[in-house]
């Protein structure tokens, strides 16, 4: 059973607009949740975390919303530019589960010019 | 160098075939982790080595076997592996007991099983 699902596998925005990524998670247990961004041969990048206890984090272009009722974050990436286009994973981790995190499968990111 | 980094970068292997990834990371964390990146995949976490003792092994078939020699190096010894294990390796490194632990990743090493 997938713990962190993202639903959308491949995204296209144009530029200047808005990018919304979404992730629904199913274990009301974790106390966090990460964003990464990962580039073609390369490893995946740390992006932007939120705490279970807010609602939401914001870093430059990059917002994330955490709705706890609806087990539900999102990412927001406003104005996207065409260096976002990526793959980008959430993932969730748990205090009392050492140093796993448990990621989604990933959405591509395509910011057209 | 500086972050984690992960030789060789590419692996083409036989299935008869023994050989190591190697990582290393130089951010002075005290935990260290292996994942296997399928296509269209959740990254999966293999193992978890915290403070050099694992402490994590996702029912990885025995083919796999790392080693952790001191907190900055990590291997994964890789033999009679199968076509389907061909993937990307990741290593990640982290310092637990932070507030969140945001993993620190290499550049992966793509493995091609024959």
């Known amino acids: 059973d997938q713990q962190v699902k993202q639903n959308s596998p491949s995204l296209s925005v144009q530029e200047g607009r808005i990018s919304i990524l979404n992730c629904d998670y199913t274990?009301?247990?974790?106390?966090?949740f990460l964003w990464y961004k990962k580039y073609p041969a390369e490893g995946p990048t740390f992006l932007i975390s939120?705490?279970?206890?807010?609602d939401k984090n914001e870093d430059g272009r990059f917002t994330v919303f955490l709705n706890k009722s609806a087990k539900h974050l999102s990412l927001h990436i406003v104005p996207s530019q065409p260096g976002d286009s990526a793959v980008y994973f959430c993932?969730?981790?748990?205090?009392?589960?050492?140093?796993?995190?448990?990621f989604g499968q990933g959405t591509e990111l395509s910011v057209k010019p | 160098e500086t972050g984690v980094t992960q030789t060789p970068r590419h692996l083409v292997m036989g299935m008869t075939n023994k050989k190591s990834l190697k990582c290393e990371q130089h951010?002075?964390?005290?935990?260290m982790y292996w994942y296997k990146q399928s296509a269209k995949k959740p990254l999966e976490l293999m193992f978890v080595?915290?403070?050099?003792?694992?402490?994590e092994n996702n029912s990885v078939p025995s083919r796999f076997s790392p080693e952790c020699p001191n907190s900055s190096h990590l291997f994964l010894h890789l033999h009679t592996l199968q076509p389907e294990d061909s993937a990307l390796y990741l290593c990640?490194?982290?310092?637990?007991?932070?507030?969140?632990?945001?993993?620190?990743f290499g550049p992966g090493t793509r493995l091609t099983v024959l």
């Open positions: 993932a969730a981790g748990a205090y009392n589960q050492g140093g796993k995190l448990i």
């Open positions: 274990n009301s247990m974790f106390d966090y």
């Open positions: 951010l002075g964390h005290n935990a």
């Open positions: 990640a490194s982290s310092q637990l007991g932070r507030a969140y632990n945001e993993q620190f």
């Open positions: 939120i705490s279970s206890i807010k």
């Open positions: 080595y915290s403070l050099e003792e694992r402490v």
